[in-house]
């Protein structure tokens, strides 16, 4: 977003969809926002993450007890084995 993860959220410009360029048509706000949109300790914090999967034959464990954190301008690479739980836990962080 402009400004950075430091900005502040007014909602100036705000418009619903289909009502560019009519004027009278923005969406109200209840009001300007003084705090951040976002912590600024970690742009990313996972901590203790865990996936199970119940199925007949019992409980899956895929992934157990996962932590880290990204910050601002960081790289995170995520390896391993075959099946080690590396693409579950992306799926897990993003809610898929």
């Known amino acids: 977003p402009a400004g950075g993860p430091d900005a502040f959220r007014t909602g100036a410009g705000d418009r619903a969809a289909g009502d560019e360029g009519r004027a009278g048509h923005e969406r109200p706000f209840a009001a300007a926002r003084k705090e951040p949109l976002m912590d600024a300790a970690h742009l990313l914090d996972v901590q ?28 995170l690479g995520i ?16 809610r898929l």
């Not at 199925?55 to 157990?64: C, E, I, K, N, S």
């Not at 084995?81 to 836990?89: A, D, I, L, P, Q």
């Open 48 to 75: 203790g993450l865990e996936t199970h999967f119940f199925t007949f034959d019992g409980v899956a464990r895929a992934v157990d007890d996962v932590s880290f954190h990204l910050d601002r301008g960081e790289v």
């Open 79 to 94: 390896v391993g084995e075959s099946g080690c739980g590396k693409s579950v836990t992306a799926q897990t962080i993003m």
